[in-house]
T-cell receptor, first 113, second 113 residues
Framework: DAKTTQPTSMDCAEGRAANLPCNHS???????VYWYRQIHSQGPQYIIH???NNETNEMASLIITEDRKSSTLILPHATLRDTAVYYC??????????????FGQGTILTVHP | DAGITQSPRHKVTETGTPVTLRCHQT?????MYWYRQDPGHGLRLIHY???????DKGEVSDGYSVSRSKTEDFLLTLESATSSQTSVYFC????????????FGPGTRLLVL
């Protein structure tokens, strides 16, 4: 699976959009981009994933560049409860039964009042 | 939430004693995983299961065994607990059939004295 690079930390004001970047320059054509987050002391929470097209759900939007070498997770109206560590992960589509997720260091997002 | 519970949520035990952690799902998903999370190491896969009675080792399986006698339950056993197994343990489930998304339980905090 491709390696990802994320900033160590980011800040955001409550109510504003939080844009979290991820670099995955070695991604291959059949690898998905997944985003998870982990709020302190809780289990990782699935947010969104995509292959080529931009995606949106009730939690967030995922923008993937045309060359697929980077992506941005957008939380449109950040709240204090969005303070968490955000992980960008690349996974082989239709992968083996192994299905192991490799969590890097992630981005610590702090939402300020 | 993805219908995953873990028990116990917290446990303190002594070195050398056996410990069993339980993961229970109500989703009838095929794949189940046990991870441990430690500072500086992120999440590391211990064991996984791809069906009833079908299990395999992950990257940090030494000192751990697992069993899956029913689709809904995946047990992690520390045969003889050591202080190095003090950690937070997370269970995850995945539907399979090309669906790569894993959903995590709330975690079990284990302290081995």
């Amino acid at each position: 699976d491709a390696k990802t690079t994320q900033p160590t930390s980011m800040d955001c004001a409550e109510g504003r959009a939080a844009n979290l970047p991820c670099n995955h320059s070695t991604i291959s054509g059949n690898e998905y981009v997944y985003w998870y987050r982990q709020i302190h002391s809780q289990g990782p929470q699935y947010i969104i994933h995509g292959l080529k097209n931009n995606e949106t759900n009730e939690m967030a939007s995922l923008i993937i560049t045309e060359d697929r070498k980077s992506s941005t997770l957008i939380l449109p109206h950040a709240t204090l409860r969005d303070t968490a560590v955000y992980y960008c992960i690349v996974i082989h589509a239709g992968g083996t039964s192994y299905g192991k997720l490799t969590f890097g260091q992630g981005t610590i997002l702090t939402v300020h009042p | 939430d993805a219908g995953i519970t873990q028990s116990p949520r917290h446990k303190v035990t002594e070195t050398g004693t056996p410990v069993t952690l339980r993961c229970h799902q109500t989703e009838n998903h095929r794949y189940m995983y046990w991870y441990r999370q430690d500072p500086g190491h992120g999440l590391r896969l211990i064991h996984y299961s791809y069906g009833v009675k079908d299990t395999d080792k992950g990257e940090v399986s030494d000192g751990y065994s697992v069993s899956r006698s029913k689709t809904e339950d995946f047990l992690l056993t520390l045969e003889s607990a050591t202080s190095s197994q003090t950690s937070v343990y997370f269970c995850a489930i995945r539907p399979g059939q090309g669906e790569e998304t894993q959903y995590f339980g709330p975690g079990t905090r284990l302290l081995v004295l």
